[in-house]
């Protein structure tokens, strides 16, 4: 991905400087949609057999076909819409059926005891699945002072994450509008998977 988040992961194990780069890019996709450089950076990328690497070689396949305007098309019409679009990713309305809820109060204070800060320029409400996917790898790389120690991102994860973002990333995979962004859904579905369980592991 990007040489500032390549820079941050060379000091990191591998499996850390890995599960930063999927929080990373599927941050980038999910908070706005990418630009033709991004799209390039994704069509080089070459997956395994696993669920990720199947999802990833065909990311890579979709990018090569779009234009950043068809994405950003797409982007609109999942997230944005007129009133509201196809799919509503956030931590709230997922748990409560309603925007800005509970969910994202806990947030706001978990994020004030990280020493998170809200972007200035961000409309969305903090609970959006891109702003947290951004949180996890911030916490890994260390972006918000000393990188957080697994226990905190095991606690994080479990409490603003797990109990929603699969069903998110599957609803995404599955969206009538999803072209570019259904295998981002086959990738954050395979990973949310994994991280449950490599949290579970590390009890």
């Known amino acids: 991905m990007a040489d500032a988040t390549a820079t ?9 400087a890995l599960r930063a780069q999927l929080y990373d890019m599927l941050a980038v996709v999910l908070r706005k949609p990418p630009s033709q450089d991004f799209l390039n950076n994704l069509v080089a990328l070459k997956g395994d057999d696993s669920d990720i690497g199947k999802g990833v070689n ?8 779009v234009t950043p305007e068809k994405v950003d098309s797409e982007y609109h019409t999942l997230f944005v819409g007129l009133g509201r679009g196809e799919l509503l990713p956030f931590a709230s309305y997922y748990l409560t059926g309603f925007l800005n809820e509970k969910p994202l109060a806990k947030l706001r204070d978990d994020m004030a005891k990280l ?11 903090e609970d959006n699945i891109g702003s947290l996917c951004e949180m996890m790898a911030g916490m890994i790389l260390g972006r918000f002072g000393d990188s957080v120690p697994l226990s905190r991102q095991k606690e994080f994860f479990s409490t603003h994450i797990a109990p929603w973002a699969g069903h998110f990333f599957n ?32 009890e």
């Open 8 to 16: 941050l992961t060379a000091d990191l194990p591998e499996e850390e």
């Open 58 to 65: 065909a990311l890579a396949r979709v990018a090569a076909s």
């Open 171 to 202: 609803d995404l995979e599955g969206a009538d509008s999803s072209v570019f962004y259904a295998p981002v859904g086959s990738i954050g579905a395979a990973f949310m998977a994994i991280e449950r369980e490599s949290f579970r592991m590390a």
């Open 115 to 125: 020493r998170m800060v809200r972007d200035a320029a961000a409309y969305e409400p």
